[in-house]
């Protein structure tokens, strides 16, 4: 699944797509898949003197929109 800033909480609004449902709207717009990667590790917001690190495990896109 993916992680969404304002996922779960009651009082924001989120659109909240799974992969496949993300890359029928970037098609449907006009954007081009022009490459893709799975499962790159990304450390994020951690503290170097810290034993506390998050990793995720993220998905790419390199996006093209053609010119018409």
């Known amino acids: 699944p993916l992680l969404y800033h304002f ?3 009651r009082t924001e609004v989120s659109i ?3 992969l496949d449902e993300l890359k029928q709207v970037i ?3 006009g954007f081009v898949i022009e490459e ?3 499962n790159l590790e990304t450390e994020y ?3 170097e003197q810290s034993m506390l690190h998050s990793v995720y495990y993220c998905h790419y896109m390199k996006l093209v929109k053609p010119e018409q």
């Open 36 to 38: 893709e990667q799975y």
């Open 7 to 9: 996922e779960g909480h």
């Open 16 to 18: 909240e797509l799974n």
């Open 27 to 29: 098609r449907a717009i």
């Open 45 to 47: 917001d951690q503290n």
